[in-house]
């Protein structure tokens, strides 16, 4: 090989490797990512679908555990991996995960993403009623699996059985996507146009000329928060618009709270962007940041799909990310009709997030 070559291509790992940070974001994050993925969306064997049985007069628990025993017994015949059945079903079995709930419980947890579809004992007889988004592919799954295995484990029951399109607001899975792109969205406006913005003028040494001028230092990174805050208000609005328009999607709460949740998500990542970018003047690093934080939130807080497809132990520090906090507020507004008295909390813990990053951002600031 060409010595010289050789030589350069020997400078350039050395370069790669000299940054502890960039061998974790090319190495290990990919790792950890994958890991997550596969908790939430299995290898093989995981849930496919989580679906509740509504308790009625007509329909008590006691039919429908007899039921879920019938389906799991068709499950095995058709070689369709484990069906759960117990009021808090477990999430170690694979198939369909059943939750015994009201109709009224079974469209709340559809809105909150619980469940995927919901079944039903149609009066006067023991034909079901299915009743999903079919544009929902878990649901559609879920649907398939269970009548596959009565078919199997229960041939003289089931039959005329119905599936009913919902089209509630809030029971479509475009409703559920959309608050989650919104909360997504500020996120990742306020880390790349903030906190990227930041690393970009030090690695180009204006920020020395910024902190010499007489202005308070707080206040130059206080204007990128409110050029940003008016950026993603315009996103917002250009975004719902068009869900409104096209996919009939609409606030069903308070506006004033969602104003409200809006500027407070905004004031957690401002303040995060700002504590991230505090000493780095590497451009990799500085990517590397943004996307081991942007990354994971985005995967975990049930952007996509339900944080509730996480083991039962990892549910409770998923909702604790500030991601997590902003959609399922968001989501409660547009499909749940929630106001000040639903998303106050999760207002003032974001609030109070983005001021504890931001002071500790000043703390550590490298202003050369």
């Known amino acids: 090989m060409n010595r010289p070559f050789a030589n350069l291509v020997a400078l350039q790992f050395k370069e790669f490797f000299r940054e502890p940070e960039i061998i974790f974001w090319a190495f290990v994050l990919p790792i950890v990512l994958s890991w997550l993925l596969g908790i939430a969306i299995g290898t093989g064997g995981g849930t496919t679908a989580t679906a509740a049985v509504i308790e009625s007069a007509e329909a008590p628990r006691e039919y429908w555990l007899s039921w879920m025993e019938r389906v799991k017994i068709g499950i095995e015949e058709t070689g369709i991996r484990g069906a759960s059945s ?218 996509f799909f339900s944080y509730h497809h996480f083991p039962g132990w990892a549910i409770p520090l998923v909702r604790k990310l500030p991601l997590t906090m902003l959609a399922d507020s968001m989501r409660s507004i547009f499909n749940e009709g929630a106001g000040f008295a639903q998303v106050g909390l999760p207002a003032l813990i974001l609030a109070a997030m983005g001021m504890v990053f931001f002071y500790v951002g000043m703390k550590i600031y490298k202003w050369n």
Not at 106 to 120: N, P, S, T, Y
Not at 198 to 221: D, V
Not at 249 to 258: E, Y
């Open 86 to 303: 117990s009021k808090s079903a477990s999430r170690e079995a694979s198939g369909v995960e059943f939750l015994v709930l009201s109709r009224d419980e079974a469209l709340l947890a559809l809105k909150k993403g619980r469940i995927a579809l919901f079944i039903e004992k149609i009066p006067g007889g023991d034909a079901l009623r299915y009743s999903f988004d079919p544009r929902n592919g878990e649901a559609r799954m879920g649907h398939l699996v269970i009548d596959r295995a009565l078919d199997a484990g229960a041939r003289a029951h089931g039959e005329g059985n119905e599936v009913a399109s919902l089209e509630i607001q809030g029971t479509r899975y475009i409703d559920f996507l959309v608050p989650g792109l919104l909360a997504m969205d500020i996120m990742s406006s306020a880390l790349w146009g903030i906190g990227w913005a930041l690393i970009e003028i030090r690695i180009k040494k204006l920020l020395r000329r910024m902190a010499a001028t007489p202005m308070h230092k707080s206040m130059y990174l206080c204007s990128h928060f409110v050029t940003r805050l008016i950026v993603n208000a315009l996103e917002f609005l250009a975004l719902y618009l068009f869900v409104y328009f096209y996919f009939g999607v609409k606030i069903q709460g308070s506006v004033p709270a969602l104003i409200a949740i809006f500027i407070a998500g905004n004031m957690a990542f401002a303040g995060l962007s700002v504590l991230m970018s505090s000493r780095t003047a590497n451009p990799r690093v500085g990517n590397g940041l943004i996307n081991a934080i942007t990354f994971p939130m985005m995967l975990l807080s049930g952007i």
